[in-house]
């Protein structure tokens, strides 16, 4: 019934391994699950085979006629006969639904609930199908009406672009009572614009789908021989990140993210859903998010009508861009798709690209094209062979010959005829048949006295100039095709703008958005650590997916995962939450090196560790043990005491030693030489500052988000308390911490790291007095949206500069235009003043262009600071008794002494 060519190439050997199998079994007992005996017959029927030919024809019918499109018109079996049924159907009117579904009948065998489905699913893309009625809602998920209350009719795009059945392809329906296409000769890349998923045996189909105007510009530009790229959009909108695409092809994927913006602080807004998902699944999955303690709101209100509107109160404290990345990481927020192009060609499943699937319906409508310009020159050239034919015949009177009318038969009228006809075979484009004579000889008395031979000339002329055309369009097929495509953007395109915006998306880790819903407990007697230990030690808060440090006295160290309980042994001398590849954590460490070694001090970051395995801060000797331990999250370093224990001729019993003079290395460094002398105690003398510096800031105008890898544009390098200034091109403006968790809009024309005294230059239009201003000001701190262009939101920004000492050309135009550009020195003409100042006109004509001159002053740079003198020392190293109490000191910290006397 199905090409055995479609099933695996193994099958055959499988086969050949079943029957193999049955034949070593023989007759032996116990395996009747092989063999059925029936009764009153001899006949033994083998299941196995029943199983190979059987499952295999099923599997083809599954995979050929049911769940995997055809690459010729982008159509599932049963959308092909619904579309072909609504045509039959068609009379420019609605149809019921039911009544559809019940004409399909004739040519789908399946039953009405599997038409009436992919009838709503058709209906819902907005392609093909035009509706009335309740179709059901895709942003929602809410089904459709019953079909005897919903009608539909196919679309004008549909009627233009799926029929011809001059060019279609026909065969028996399933009961052979009626005809069917194979396929629709689709003139336009349908199943890029509609997409399709189906599950067949042992293979699938996800095909996403593309915007109608990129889908029309990629054919022209294939046409052209020129390289395009087309990506997916969805109906539902939102953000997706194409980076891995790969061309539709298996092994590809895509993410795609619903677009949240903050109404206020206290408030985020959903305004789109990723494709595949509705409002009430997202907010489910939002709710479980919540309830497992991943995010904190308050609630949830669902208040989604002709557009999504999803609104989420967060809980007091929370901060609404970690919550943005936390919706992303754990609701369905943000999804990853893997589409997988599969059609059918050739009677077979085949997997391309969708570059590879528009090439080949591109190559098909222009062969379409052909095969209707072909089928009309014919029918014009027919027409025009019986114009011209009936001219002679009406013009020259040959009906009126005596010899046509005394003919004894019909076949002497027809000789005669043709005879007559002779002297003008050259007039006709082809030779005259006994059919054409024959279509002659009934024209109708009527017709021959209204005959106008102007008319028919320029009847003829008309027929000529068609095929001319069409001629000249089979010549150049390429540009009519090409014309085809730019015809159906013009015209339906404006109803499919680009509803899913194309962008980058930034990696977001779990572990950093997470909200912290557990708190860590130690048992340090029983050596057990978790969440569920609540009358033990309080350690910190954590999340249910966190990573936990632990490091123990003998400089031991390990990273295990959060657990209810878990035993991780005793002497731990501190734990904590981990961050991985956290480079800003540092630790602060004095151990000794063995049982009666020296004592050495080192500065280190722990990264890329992995979990449940075993590190040493120390050499590894035996009997080593951590004499002083601290973790400082920015760096920070600090100044400690060490009391040493007295023996003969020690002069220093006490020293202090500043880690900053330490440098951070990595965790397996050895350290530096603290002393060697036996050491009684190590405390903290006095907290330090940060010895890392300020944090590298960079902004990634692709993601719109900051980061720490040199990835965008560099900000500078900020401190604790500094601050970034944002700057829209509507005039709004705020300033936020350098967190990498901000969320940023688009629209911005300035990032940078915020300066209170920098004096800002703006040209602006003035909507309320309906003029042009020039005004300078300074930008204030403020986390909430301040604007400096007024409160009327048809002002407009036209020039905005921070150049100390600003110029700006002025050109006019309209009535003015012949008045010379005027220069303006922006710092002359305007003082500093607010922001909210109105500042000053710039002038009362028309004006056409601003534009910024280079500055003709700048300020003063001071001058630097003359660097002191620097010198080299040398060391020299002295037995102890022969030094003073400083060089003694020198040689218990491990220090070597400077010589003066050589500098």
Not at 563 to 584: H, I, Q, S
């Amino acid at each position: 019934m199905f090409p055995e060519d479609i099933i695996d190439e193994n099958a055959d050997e499988l086969n050949d391994d079943l029957q193999n199998n049955e034949d070593d079994q023989g007759n032996t007992e116990g395996h009747s699950d092989y063999r059925i005996s029936l009764k009153d017959s001899d006949t033994q029927t083998h299941l196995s085979g029943m199983y190979q030919n059987w499952f295999l024809d099923y599997a083809s019918y599954v995979i050929l006629e049911r769940a995997v499109p055809h690459i010729s018109d982008g159509l599932k079996p049963v959308q092909r006969r619904i579309l072909h049924s609504m045509k039959r159907m068609d009379d420019g009117r609605y149809n019921k639904v039911a009544n559809i579904i019940g004409h399909t009948m004739q040519f789908h065998p399946h039953g009405d609930a599997s038409i009436g489905d992919a009838l709503v699913q058709l209906g819902q893309k907005d392609l093909l199908v035009d509706c009335q009625g309740n179709w059901g809602n895709v942003l929602t998920g809410d089904g459709a009406a019953a079909p005897r209350y919903i009608e539909a009719r196919l679309s004008k795009f549909a009627l233009e672009v799926l029929f011809n059945p001059k060019t279609t392809e026909w065969k028996p329906s399933y009961d052979g009572r009626n005809k069917e296409p194979v396929t629709l000769p689709v003139k336009f890349p349908l199943l890029l614009t509609q997409g399709v998923e189906g599950i067949a045996v042992g293979l699938s189909s996800k095909i996403l789908p593309h915007n109608f105007n990129e889908i029309c510009d990629a054919s022209i530009a294939y046409l052209n021989d020129e390289e395009f790229a087309i990506y997916p959009d969805f109906q539902t909108g939102g953000y997706i990140d194409v980076s891995r695409y790969n061309d539709g092809q298996r092994g590809g994927a895509v993410k795609i993210r619903a677009k949240i913006s903050k109404l206020d602080n206290k408030t985020l807004v959903i305004t789109d859903v990723p494709y595949g998902r509705t409002t009430g699944s997202l907010v489910d999955s939002i709710l479980k998010a919540n309830d497992k303690g991943k995010i904190k709101i308050r609630k949830v209100d669902d208040i989604t009508a002709q557009n999504v509107e999803i609104q989420i109160h967060l809980a007091a404290g929370v901060s609404s861009d970690k919550t943005i990345d936390a919706l992303y990481a754990f609701t369905d927020c943000e999804i990853s798709i893997s589409p997988n192009c599969c059609i059918i060609e050739d009677n077979k499943p085949h997997f391309l690209t969708v570059s590879d699937v528009l090439r080949h319906t591109t190559e098909n409508t222009k062969f379409l094209l052909q095969r209707e310009l072909e089928i009309q020159k014919k029918e014009l050239e027919e027409q025009l062979h019986y114009s011209s034919l009936e001219k002679i015949f009406i013009e020259e009177r040959i009906y009126k010959d005596k010899e046509f009318e005394n003919a004894k038969n019909m076949d002497a009228a027809v000789d005669h005829i043709d005879k007559r006809l002779i002297p003008y075979t050259k007039l006709f484009i082809r030779e005259v048949t006994k059919e054409d004579i024959l279509k002659l000889m009934e024209i109708k008395m009527g017709r021959i006295l209204k005959f106008n031979s102007d008319k028919a000339e320029e009847l003829i002329a008309k027929i000529k100039a068609e095929i001319e055309e069409i001629d000249h369009n089979l010549a150049n097929l390429i540009d009519y095709t090409i014309a085809w495509y730019a015809m159906l953007k013009e015209k339906y395109g404006k109803q499919y703008p680009r509803m899913t915006e194309i962008r980058s998306f930034d990696t977001i880790e779990a572990t950093k958005v997470v909200e912290a819903n557990e708190k860590l407990y130690i048992n340090r007697e029983e050596g057990f650590i978790g969440t569920g230990l609540k009358k033990d030690e309080f350690v910190c808060n954590c999340s249910d997916i966190d990573d936990i440090i632990i490091f123990y006295k003998d400089g031991k160290y390990k990273i295990v995962k959060v657990a209810e309980k878990l035993f991780v042994g005793k002497n731990v001398l501190y734990l904590n939450v981990f961050k991985r590849n956290d480079t800003r954590t540092i630790y602060n460490v004095a151990y000794r090196h063995g049982k009666a070694g020296p004592y050495y001090i080192k500065r280190f970051a722990a990264t890329g560790l992995s979990r449940d395995k075993d590190y040493d801060l120390t050499q590894g000797e035996a009997n080593s043990k951590i004499m002083y331990f601290s973790a400082n999250p920015n760096g920070e370093a600090e100044t400690i005491r060490v009391i040493l224990k007295p023996r003969p001729r020690q002069k220093i019993l006490m020293f202090e030693k500043d880690f900053s003079d330490i440098a951070i290395k990595g965790r397996h460094s050895m350290g530096n030489l603290l002393t060697k002398a036996d050491i009684h105690k190590i405390s903290l003398r006095q907290k330090g500052g940060s010895t890392l510096g300020g944090r590298k800031v960079w902004f990634d105008p692709d993601v719109l988000r900051l980061n720490y890898d040199e990835r965008g544009d560099y900000l500078g390098e900020f401190q604790s308390d500094e601050q970034i200034l944002v700057v829209l091109e509507n005039g709004d403006f705020y300033t936020t911490n350098f967190d990498l968790s901000n969320h940023y809009e688009k629209g911005i024309i300035r990032i940078e790291k915020y300066d209170a005294n920098k004096n800002w230059t703006a040209a602006l239009y003035d909507a309320d007095q309906k003029y042009f201003y020039l005004k300078r000001f300074t930008f204030e701190a403020s986390n909430k949206k301040q604007n400096f262009l007024g409160e009327n939101s048809d002002s407009k920004l036209y020039l905005l500069s921070d150049i100390a000492f600003p110029r700006v050309q002025i050109t006019f135009g309209g009535h003015d235009e012949y008045r010379e550009a005027l220069e303006i020195d922006a710092e002359e003409f305007i003082a500093v003043k607010s922001f909210k100042a109105k500042g000053k006109r710039i002038s009362t004509y028309e004006i056409k262009t601003i534009s910024e001159l280079e500055p003709t002053r700048f300020p003063i740079k001071a001058e630097p600071e003359e660097e002191e003198n620097k010198f080299e020392v040398k060391i020299d190293e002295d037995d102890l008794d022969d030094k003073s109490d400083s060089q003694i000191l020198d040689e218990l910290t491990g220090q070597k002494s400077l010589d003066f006397d050589d500098k």
